[in-house]
């Protein structure tokens, strides 16, 4: 069974630019999850989606969007890229919505570097 | 509120025992534990749940103390391959479809020969 599998795997911008980043989840899943993880903030939640709709989302400005098609393959945008946005971007996916018990798994992530 | 992980880092001799504490100020419903090894994704280990049992993952049990709102993970003799950060994410309790964990700021363990 594959695992969540993240696109691109590294990539470098320049600030004030945007970008996005793919996520997709073990099949069957339909909950996906966004993290922010930096050495100084670890894992920061970003935001939810379940059936194509956001459930939760995290303390991140407007900037920090994301979106789930209908087959739970999901996208985040950053836009306006900042320095401080450099950081390891994780998707995680799980067979229900929330945490509610269920067992989360992580994708490799993608690596952003602002300069 | 995130969650607060004690000792910050641990250096082990392969074989000997360590113990990870994962504390929150709210009341929790579960607790998930991961390892991270550098550059690779947090590894799911186990979860418990409140009024559920420990539980346990090869050598690697967990507790959760729900009047303490506390886990602890136990790494017993340990091995190389346990190097890594440990994280705990809480979910606090009522939360819903809304629910998400909270990630704690991870422990480092070093295992060496």
């Known amino acids: 069974k594959a695992g969540v599998t993240q696109t691109p795997r590294y990539l470098i911008k320049t600030r004030g630019q945007q970008v996005t980043l793919s996520c997709s989840p073990i099949?069957?899943?339909?909950?996906v999850s966004w993290y922010q993880q930096t050495p100084g903030q670890g894992l920061q939640f970003l935001f939810e989606?379940?059936?194509?709709?956001?459930?939760n989302k995290g303390n991140f400005p407007g900037r920090f969007s994301g979106r789930q098609f209908s087959n739970s393959r999901s996208e985040m945008n950053v836009s306006t890229l900042e320095l401080g946005d450099s950081a390891l971007y994780l998707c995680a996916s799980s067979l229900g919505s929330g945490a509610g018990g269920n067992t989360i798994y992580f994708g490799e992530g993608s690596w952003l570097t602002v300069v | 509120q995130q969650p607060v992980q004690s000792p910050q880092a641990v250096i082990l001799r392969e074989g000997e025992d360590a113990v990870i504490n994962c504390s929150s100020s709210k009341a929790l419903y579960s607790v998930h534990w991961y390892r991270q090894k550098h550059g690779e994704a947090p590894v799911f280990l186990m979860i418990?749940?409140?009024?559920?049992e420990q539980m346990r993952h090869e050598k690697i049990s967990a507790s959760f103390n729900e009047k303490k709102q506390q886990s602890s993970l136990y790494l017993t003799a340990s091995q190389l391959s346990y190097s890594g950060t440990y994280f705990c994410?809480?979910?606090?309790?009522?939360?819903?479809?809304?629910?998400?964990?909270?990630f704690g700021t991870g422990t480092r363990l070093q295992v060496t020969l």
């Open positions: 099949s069957g899943h339909r909950s």
């Open positions: 994410g809480t979910e606090v309790t009522g939360a819903g479809t809304a629910s998400k964990l909270t």
């Open positions: 989606y379940f059936s194509e709709t956001q459930r």
């Open positions: 418990l749940l409140k009024g559920g």
